[in-house]
């Protein structure tokens, strides 16, 4: 007798019961799933079912017939997946494996697939996205065998039990399974309530999270999830992290919501949610966004539905809102405080993390800094500080600092111990991969060049660097980056977008720049575009746009160093004098000279040299002599100097005539009669440029001299120096012209002036982060503070302007160094011998920011009490005494000069 259908009954298709004992086929490989193929054939066995199996050498056949036998008498399918695609026999296309599924055709498909398979043969990659694309099957991932046991029960016993009530009407859609989380979300309190505002709104549809991979995307749409259940009809999760072909999405929008992937699926959907308030949470959509158009036909014919999207990229739908996901905050820098830093976010997601593999850990005054570090220079990125933390038993804090500082792509190796994390997120190298996979040739491309920037650029550069003769559109390119959550564009300030990668993506990025083999030639493009930038940086300084060059500068002086340094090893002599001498005044404030002075000394040696034409040539031994100057090697820069003064005057160059002037000036001893003629020529060369900011400097470098000198007519050169730097408009130089008037009205006697002026001074060099001008703003506060009668103050004072000097690899300027050893002696008199170290080391230890604040604290409390009550000391005001020391010593000191 002729064996009927599969479960006819009365026409209709269905399973038998399971004393007709069903048949289920099972579909693997042989070798290599061999422990599967046991769980299947247990799972099978446990629900009283028949497993038909295929083995080679079982019966005297051709392989192809007998198990297209069996399958022939089977009544289930069920197929599982690993990494190997199977043999492919001769004359055939395609393996046994997948000519088994072709031939399952019209009877149920249970497809299982192996989640981890990272050497997974692309045709077998090819076969299950069409079985995830197909109506009418079901695919579930899987982590071992002992689990794909219970997946295989299960899914039988439900399908037995779907087919056993055909023909009912379907029951009532039961409230989704929510992951269970593993961890607590952390922060993300905002973000929170922004996600749940848009979704309580009934006009809005579709919210999307997004942001780079590892930034908490999903725990967050869960954590919003939870709260909405009781104010849904259905909270459905949908995991789309093993889809790869869009057309899957409808089957597993089904699968999730219960309702049988057979016929038109996506309209089985839309009936089964139609009529309901439903909230579908669809995550890690990013590599399946050409699915977009069938979620927007969802939502366009349920009204009730509502859509929460976790995505690297946003879907680009109608009526999409987008909430970003950035890191968490980190702590500020230098902030090391255990109860300070308990409070930041990154710092309590790497507490939490790190006590699941050491219940011991805690953030003490030991580890604190090393903690900070390490979730600074991670950037707050959620998965790598976790990642980092999970290792902490073997990597504390203070070593993971040490890796992370040799080389950030360190970090790209960190794997999480736990073996049911996703394969996309075991290393934040697989994180970024998968992103980074998802992107088009053309922005791979542009991304890996990018990188070279290490703190960003701005569309000029990104032009300059990004296309090679025009092999890409980079205005696209930054489009679709950012779009993918792998470039961040803001405004920092310079009035125009700075597109950045985050620090961990751009590391990954410059090993494909690597791989790609164009380095070289992208950082010479770099170094050539920076050289041509720099004369308009240098410019810019100077005029309305200050703010904005500034900042430019600021994110690039990292990058202006690097190019600077390929531009000497590989004997650009020019790109170096181009891209450095426009921005002398930059590299100084900044706090840069020595390195700048190493670089200059360098690319003096070069064979290069030779070829630059005689300005630039010039330029560069300026430098050279004027940096030696300021680091004290007056005798090497004298020479060096004075034949740049007489080929200035030889050229008629008054610009450089003027600083060479002024540099040479320098390598003088003070009071040197030669002195006041040399910066008298420098003022008048500097006069016939136009140039306002140099003829400022010269004539601050002539009172300087003049006081040194002891000479009363310092105090009104000064005067004139500041009125020359305002209309200039450079407040680093107005800041610096203020110092020296401070200490000219000290030695006058005027307090009052003096406070002013180095109040106003020390704003200025707070407003700019002036590196090099707040240490002599220290030094004029400490005279200052001498003279109100706090001595224990100015020694701190003077304390943390050494130490800040000795950071720099500076001696300061020569021509004030007279007055800076009057104040030494001035605080050593008014100190006892244990003292005076003590204040000094307690000035160094407290660094030069910390001490200014302290000092000016210190002045308005010796000021408001020497205003209610002068103390007398020997019969005279605390502050008339001290100021009379301080006059006592620069008195001696000119008299010592004249004689």
Known sequence: MERPPPGAVDGARSIPTPDQRLRVFISSTLVELAEERQAVRDAVTGLRLIPVLFELGARAHPPRALYRAYLAQSDVFVGVYGESYGWVAPGMAVSGLEDEYELSAGMPRLVYVRRSAPARDPRLGALIDRVQAEGGVSTTAYDDPAQLRELVSDDLAVL???????????????????????????????????????????????????????????????????????????????????????????????????????????????????????????????????????????????????????????????????????????????????????????????????????????????????????????????????????????????????????????????????????????????????????????????????????????????????????????????????????????????????????????????????????????????????????????????????????????????????????AVRHDRADLVVATAAPLARWWWSRGLVVPLAEIAEETAGLPSVAALDPDAGARLAWACGQTRVLRGRAAGAAPLLAAVVAGARERADPWLLGHGLVALAGTRAPGDPALPGLLAEAVAALGRTGDAWSQAYALGSAADAAAAAGDPAAARTHREALEAARRAGDPLLVAAVLDRLAVDAVLAGDLVTARDRCTEAAELHQQQRDAVGVVTCLDGLAALVLARGVPRAAARLAGAADAARAALGLVGDPLLRPALDRLTAAVHAALDADDEPRERAAGAAAGPWAALDAGLAALGAAEELAARSPSPVDGRPVARQSHRSWRRHHDQAGADRRR
């Open 160 to 566: 037995l039990s779907e087919r056993f009530s055909a023909g009912r009407a379907p029951p009532a859609p039961a409230p989704g399974r929510l992951p269970t989380p593993v961890a607590p979300l952390v922060d993300r309190t905002d973000e929170r309530a922004v996600v749940l505002g848009l979704l309580r709104d009934p006009a809005v549809r579709l919210v999307t999270l997004t942001g780079p991979g590892g930034t908490g995307k999903t725990r967050l749409a869960l954590a919003a999830a939870e709260e909405l259940v009781g104010e849904r009809d259905d909270v459905w999760w949908v995991d789309l992290a093993a889809a790869r072909d869009p057309a899957a999405v409808p089957s597993l929008v089904a699968a999730a919501i219960g309702v049988p992937a057979e016929g038109p699926v996506l309209e089985l959907v839309v009936e089964r949610l139609a009529a309901r308030r439903a909230l579908l949470v669809v995550d890690n959509a990013e590599q399946v966004l050409a699915a977009a158009p069938d979620l927007w036909h969802l939502l366009s014919r349920c009204g009730g539905t509502q859509l929460l999207v976790t995505s690297r990229s946003l879907l680009g739908l109608r009526g999409e809102h987008d909430v970003p996901l950035g890191p968490l905050a980190v702590p500020a820098a230098g902030e090391t405080r255990p109860e300070v830093l308990a409070a930041v976010p990154a710092v309590q997601l790497f507490t939490a993390r790190a006590q699941r593999a050491d219940p011991a850990f805690a953030v003490t005054a030991a580890n604190a800094a090393a903690v900070a570090e390490v979730v600074r220079r991670l950037e707050g990125l959620p998965l790598a500080v976790e990642l980092a933390a999970a290792r902490v038993r073997t990597l504390p804090p203070a070593l993971l600092v040490r890796r992370l500082t040799a080389a950030l792509d360190q970090a790209l190796e960190l794997r999480d111990p736990d073996v049911d994390a996703p394969d996309r997120q075991r290393t934040l190298r697989t994180t970024i991969a998968w992103s980074h996979d998802l992107l088009g040739d053309a922005d791979r491309a542009l991304l890996a060049r990018l990188s070279l920037c290490t703190g960003g650029c701005t569309l000029d550069t990104a032009e300059h660097i990004g296309a090679v003769d025009g092999d890409l559109d980079v205005l696209e390119g930054l489009s679709a980056l950012v779009a993918h959550s792998m470039l961040t564009a803001a405004d920092t300030g310079e009035g125009e977008p700075r597109f950045r990668p985050p620090a961990l993506v751009r590391a990954f990025a410059e090993e494909q720049l690597r791989e790609r083999g164009e380095e070289a030639r992208t950082r010479q493009r770099l170094a050539e575009h920076l050289a041509a930038v720099a004369p308009a940086a240098g410019v810019g300084l100077l005029g309305p746009e200050r703010a904005r060059w500034q900042a430019r500068l600021e994110a690039e002086t990292a990058d202006l160093l690097t190019s600077l340094r390929w």
